[in-house]
Nanobody, 120 residues
């Protein structure tokens, strides 16, 4: 069994910063990729950023230059540093990961989500 637990959301003024964390726990052999998606009210869930086991990264155009994704492989944890936040960044942020379990099976799952609210 694998779990993803997010933390770090909250309320911040426009121009401010927040750092999200997502820790994977359970029977993990390796984390193939970890990433962040977000869903604003009335909108579809969208990819924000992803980082692979080889530390390759990809970002949504709307966050390039403002957000940075990083990972601690030893802790199976991914971080999202969000700077210069805008009201349009307001959403529930979800951690997502593909993991190879200790039984060498592939697990893909989501965290419970953490609310990020940016006030103008």
């Amino acid at each position: 069994q694998v779990q993803l637990v997010e933390s770090g959301g909250g309320l911040v003024q426009a121009g401010g910063s927040l750092r999200l964390s997502c820790a994977a726990s359970g029977s993990i052999f390796s984390t193939n990729y970890m990433g962040w998606h977000r869903q604003a009210p009335g909108k579809q869930r969208e990819l924000v950023a992803v980082i692979t086991n080889g530390a390759g990264t990809d970002y949504a155009d709307s966050v390039k230059g403002r957000f940075t994704i990083s990972r601690d492989g030893a802790k199976n944890t991914v971080y999202l540093q969000m700077n210069s936040l805008e009201p349009e960044d307001t959403a529930v942020y979800y951690c997502n990961a593909e993991i190879t379990t200790s039984r060498l099976t592939r697990w893909i799952g989501w965290g419970q989500g953490t609310q990020v609210t940016v006030s103008s």
